[in-house]
Every structure is written in C-alpha cells, then in structure tokens.
C-alpha cells in the first residue's frame, strides 16, 4: 500500500509517498480503506521537526486525519463498505492516517456524515475534536457571551458554529477583513481584527487558537483556554479567579459522532479551500505553508 512517510525533518521535499506494508488490525481495531485526509498545523510542525520531544522515531507515517471506509471492523460493529471518519494521535501513538489502509481503535471511529463526501468529512476530525472537546472544557452554555480569537481558521470556524447552535453569543477576533464575512456570516455578533477593540472583562470564556493571550477580554471569575502549544501557557488568571488551561486534543469516536450530527443537521458547515491528490503531497504542504486559506487543504488519495 501507499503511505506518506518523512525518514528525516524538512521542507516537503522531505515527504515521500513509499511503499509500505499494510497494518495488521489488533484487538478491538477497525481496518479502514483511507479516501481523504486533511493537512493540520501539527503535521506541518512534525514533518519540520519543530514538535521535539514526543515525537515518534523516524522513519514515521504522517496525519491525523481520516475519512475513509470501512474493510474489516472486528468487534466494533461498523460493517465493511461504512463510511467512516477518525482522528488518529499521531504523535502519541505513531498511528499516521496518510496511508492506503490505517487500523485504528474502535472508540477514535464515527460512522462519516451522510450530508456531505468523504473529501468535505476529512475536514471534520482533528479540527471539530478540537473545537468540541475545547468547549466543554469552557464549560459554555446558551445565553453566555464567548470570544473566539481566530474565529475564521480551521479550529476556530467550527468553534464559533458550534458555540451558535448551542444559543451562545460569540464574538470574533479574525487575522484579517477577509475573514470577517465568514464571522458575521456564522453568527458571530462584534467582529474585529483589532484586540483593543474587544470589550474588557467582557467574557464569560475564551477560546484562543493562535495565543492571542487577549486576557483582558475574560470577565473576572471566568474561563480562559488556548489550543496554542506553541505559544505557551496562558498566564495565571487565579487573582480574577479565572481558570486556564491549554487543552490537548484526544481520540474521541463519541465527540466526532456528535460533530457528524451537526454536519448533517445543516449547524456545521465543513470548509475545503483546495484538494490535492495523494501523489501531490508535497504540493499541498507548500500550499498549505503560503496561508491565507479559508478551509482545508484536503488530500484525497
Ligand atoms: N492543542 C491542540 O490539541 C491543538 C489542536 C488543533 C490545533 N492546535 C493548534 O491551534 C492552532 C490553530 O489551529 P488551526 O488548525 O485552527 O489553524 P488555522 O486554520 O491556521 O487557524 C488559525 C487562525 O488564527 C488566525 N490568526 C493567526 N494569527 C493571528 C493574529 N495575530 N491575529 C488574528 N488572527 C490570527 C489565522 O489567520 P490567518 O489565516 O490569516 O493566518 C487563522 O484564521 C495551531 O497552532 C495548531 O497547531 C492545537
């Protein structure tokens, strides 16, 4: 089978779509036929080598995300031919999703939205995962006021749909006016891509995806919660009594189920700004490293 694998760190040019044999599905594992993946920060990080400690031993499969169909669900009970979406931690488990056939633990699958292709879903999992799992933990309910800082990127687009279908009134802070209609189109109320323009201890909660650290913005005795490894942890906040944390994804078929719920109710609408085929990997990273996107860069294999 195909897989995209790096032996070293770099550019793209460091990628390479090999010949690999297919995985052995242990206990408890589905085996699933990949049709689409989708590029995320994190890939770009581990294929440059910037992620350090944590990362798997090279030679390493890339990707974490996956739509696909099922081949072999052992015990699972999804059937073969099911459409499937999954996200794989692949820095955790050296699971990567960027090959012909990946097995993975049945609790990380979800039966794939009937509303859109599996090229649209493999937008869904690591991203939705994100946004879900980073709103419970916000603990966000209807009639709050949420600020998303990035609110038009991958994370923040699905956050701020979800925090709409749940009655909360959101605000977005966007890197640029271009992403100001997506904002406004998805319900967000104030729209801005200046900080200073946000409300002071305004917010019930934040959501920041890219380190904004906008703490001003938080209400004293509220939530505060970045996404943005890289950036550090959030400052300490406990002298207002607002709790922070910088969450972490986690493999979680239940979440993705409730996320594909909301793609075929119409509340979540999935983003793909371009699609490459798999033989073009290295184009799509370089796509994806020039930005100014506005959904995903898809790979279908
Ligand atoms: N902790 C976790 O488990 C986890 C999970 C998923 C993602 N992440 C991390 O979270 C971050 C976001 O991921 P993503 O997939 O949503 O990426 P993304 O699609 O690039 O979204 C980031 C958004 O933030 C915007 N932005 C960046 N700098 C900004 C600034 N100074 N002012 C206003 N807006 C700004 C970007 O705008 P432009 O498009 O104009 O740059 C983009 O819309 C990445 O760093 C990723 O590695 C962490």
Avoid: C
């Amino acid at each position: 089978m195909r897989a995209v694998r790096i032996d070293r760190f770099g550019t793209p040019e460091v990628l390479g779509l090999v010949d690999a044999p297919p995985p052995e599905p242990g206990p408890g594992e589905v085996l699933i036929r990949t049709v689409a993946t989708s590029i995320n920060p994190v890939d770009d990080k581990t294929r440059e080598g910037a992620i350090g400690e944590g990362t798997p031993p090279l030679p390493m499969t890339l990707g974490w995300d996956l739509a696909g169909v099922v081949v072999d669900g052992g015990d699972s009970g999804l059937r073969a031919g099911e459409r499937v979406v999954a996200m794989s931690h692949q820095l955790g488990f050296g699971r990567g999703t960027w090959a012909d056939l990946v097995a993975l633990p049945a609790r990380a699958v979800a039966v794939a939205p009937q509303a859109v292709s599996l090229v649209e879903a493999a937008a869904l999992p690591l991203a939705g995962l994100t946004a879900w799992q980073t709103l419970d933990w916000l603990g966000i309910s209807a009639g709050e006021r949420l600020l998303i800082a990035g609110a038009a990127g991958a994370v923040g687009g699905l956050a701020l749909q979800i925090a709409r279908a749940r009655g909360v009134t959101v605000d977005a802070l966007v890197s640029r006016d271009a992403q100001a209609g997506f904002a406004r189109d998805h319900g967000a109320d104030l729209v801005t891509t200046d900080p200073h323009a946000l409300h002071d201890r305004r917010y019930d909660a934040v959501f920041d995806t890219y380190g904004a650290f906008v703490t001003e913005a938080v209400a004293d005795g509220g939530r505060y919660a970045s996404i943005a490894t890289q950036a550090g942890p959030v400052p300490d906040l406990s002298s207002r009594g607002v709790r922070t944390t910088v969450n972490q994804v986690r493999e979680d078929g239940a979440g993705l189920s409730e996320l594909t719920e909301l793609v075929d109710s119409g509340s979540l609408r999935l983003r793909v700004h371009a699609t490459f085929g798999v033989h073009e990997i290295k184009a799509a990273h370089e796509r994806f490293r020039r930005g100014g996107l506005a959904g995903k860069v898809v790979v279908a294999f």
